[in-house]
């Protein structure tokens, strides 16, 4: 098996399938392409999935599940907890890849800013002028 089938073997055998029914060139001729056996196709074709794929389908799958039911604005982290809370044995870095493959990406939650700026409008002004009633300048404030 070369290095191409070694990248990503279900592609491969894809290709050489799609090959076959879509242009017509024989499995032979399209195994050459890649550098791979015509027996480790027919191998690959006919084999069953094995425990690690279903495992990692069925991961994917739940983590679909959790990202559509948050509305699109949950990252990996969160996920990753909810998917041992649930019972999951997994990584962080799984949950990132298998997130990535899809295209996944969290929104980012947009929070309020402050809405007073300093420096950027003048201030009030301090004059008695307003609605308040006038001080009477013989009382200091101060109780005696």
Request: proline share 8%; hydrophobic share 35%.
């Amino acid at each position: 098996m070369g290095d191409v089938a070694a990248a990503d073997p279900a592609a491969v055998a894809g290709v050489i399938s799609d090959n076959r029914t879509g242009h017509g060139i024989p499995h032979t001729v399209s195994c050459r392409a890649p550098g791979v056996s015509e027996s480790w196709f027919y191998k690959w074709r006919d084999r069953r999935p094995t425990g690690r794929e279903l495992r990692r389908k069925r991961l994917a799958d739940e983590i679909k599940e959790i990202f559509t039911e948050s509305g699109g604005t949950y990252g990996s982290p969160k996920i990753f907890i909810l998917l041992v809370r649930k019972g999951w044995r997994v990584s962080v870095n799984t949950v990132v890849k298998l997130m990535a493959e899809p295209g996944l990406v969290a929104r980012a939650v947009r929070r309020r800013s402050g809405l007073t700026r300093p420096g950027k409008r003048p201030a009030a002004p301090t004059s008695s002028s307003g609605t308040s009633p006038p001080r009477n300048p013989i009382s200091s404030g101060r109780a005696t």
